[in-house]
């Protein structure tokens, strides 16, 4: 019988079912590669953006009463944190480090200059990089979405060869097999998400986007009208991750044609919570194909063996599908005539829908070997602790 151990697990757990699908992911994996059974407390990471908490002695003494911290996976390592202590809202000084006598695991973050960054949040990250790495109290990884090339770019490959990449959690997302009323019997049925926060980030109208937001939802909504009448038995669901994402659908709707949005749209609940993304997501794995601005809609979909159309506007999708090698599955949906580009790759996935299956499947063996080979290395440390 394998130890138990406790862990304090600082990430999002509530308001984003693409985190959810994460952990959901990350510790089904864990059960099987761990020597160790562990025995999770959630604290949610928004508790801390909120200011409801803070990493301060009171966090130090509560994560002394566990066997060791977790933080992450989440977009944690972002650069553009100006009040925090690191540059990132892993906000938590040395000083407290020291206090915390419990080893530390950072899982699968994202490192992200999506928001900007700036030279005084670099030297505070490189410090504390520098901190961390020293001691083998610390145990850090980055998601695989370009994370470990962003830590190159901006402090070094000696930072970055002292960095594990793991895959995320999503890809191995499992759920159980549910009802769905929103699926439409005898349809190809296309699941779509699209992002109503960051507009401003997501269509700056710069030197790597010259489509105004307003220009995007014109467009996409007529790629949209006219597969819809290209395609008699074409149904669509719009999944909403947050609750910004139910402005932006609201959009879509409203300029899709009525004969088409009585008829033929439906949209799925907007769930938040663990375990709510085993609804959404067995939903998506129903759907013939998958198309979306959020990371955990290509994730999560791409684990599932769904065919998927990544839809750029956030750095994140870019370098994840570059990271996969999956780059003609990707579009920048900020630049003009990508509607074109859209109503191309839509018609040739739904004919060569199974080509990009046995694609996805392999793929997917591939993370499973990744993700064996870094739980060895989590096994080491925690046998060094325990």
């Not at 579009?331 to 018609?347: C, K, T, V, Y």
Request: charged letters at 25%; glycine letters at 6%; hydrophobic letters at 35%.
């Amino acid at each position: 019988m394998n130890r138990e151990l406790k862990v304090l697990h600082v990430a999002s757990f509530d308001g984003n079912i693409g985190d959810n699908a994460n952990h959901n992911g990350s510790r089904k994996q864990f059960k099987q590669n761990l020597s160790y059974d562990l025995d999770f407390t959630n604290m949610e990471m928004r508790e801390f953006f909120w200011n409801d908490r803070k990493f301060d002695e009171r966090f130090a003494e509560l994560a002394n009463q566990f066997d060791f911290v977790m933080i992450g996976g989440g977009n944690y390592f972002e650069l553009w944190v100006d009040k925090s202590c690191t540059g990132t809202s892993v906000d938590i000084s040395r000083d407290i480090l020291k206090k915390i006598k419990s080893p530390i695991i950072f899982y699968g973050l994202g490192c992200d200059p999506g928001k900007g960054t700036n030279q005084s949040n670099i030297d505070k990250f490189r410090a504390f990089l520098d901190y961390t790495m020293a001691s083998d109290k610390y145990l850090i990884s980055v998601r695989n979405d370009g994370s470990k090339e962003t830590i190159d770019k901006y402090f070094g490959t000696p930072y970055a060869d002292k960095v594990y990449k793991v895959p995320d959690g999503g890809f191995f997302v499992e759920v159980k097999d549910y009802f769905h009323p929103e699926l439409k019997k005898d349809s190809q049925v296309i699941g779509i998400n699209l992002a109503g926060d960051m507009l401003d980030i997501r269509f700056p109208e710069n030197e790597r986007s010259d489509l105004a937001y307003n220009d995007f939802v014109e467009q996409f909504c007529s790629a949209l009208n006219t597969e819809l009448n290209r395609i008699d038995n074409l149904h669509l669901i719009l999944f909403p991750h947050i609750f910004s994402d139910l402005a932006i659908l609201s959009e879509i709707l409203g300029k899709i044609e009525d004969r088409h949005r009585r008829r033929r749209v439906t949209v799925a609940p907007y769930l938040h919570g663990p375990g709510s993304e085993e609804y959404i997501f067995d939903l998506y794995g129903k759907c013939d194909l998958a198309m979306g601005m959020r990371f955990h809609t290509n994730v999560c979909n791409i684990g599932l063996n769904v065919p998927t159309i990544g839809l750029a506007s956030y750095l994140k999708i870019e370098d994840l599908y570059k990271e996969l090698n999956l780059e003609e599955r990707m579009i920048r949906i900020n630049q003009s005539g990508f509607d074109a580009r859209l109503i191309s790759l839509i018609e040739e996935s739904l004919q060569n829908k199974e080509i990009i299956k046995k694609q996805y499947q392999d793929l997917k063996n591939s993370l499973l070997n990744q993700i064996k080979l870094f739980h060895e290395i989590f096994n080491k440390w925690l046998q060094i602790h325990f």
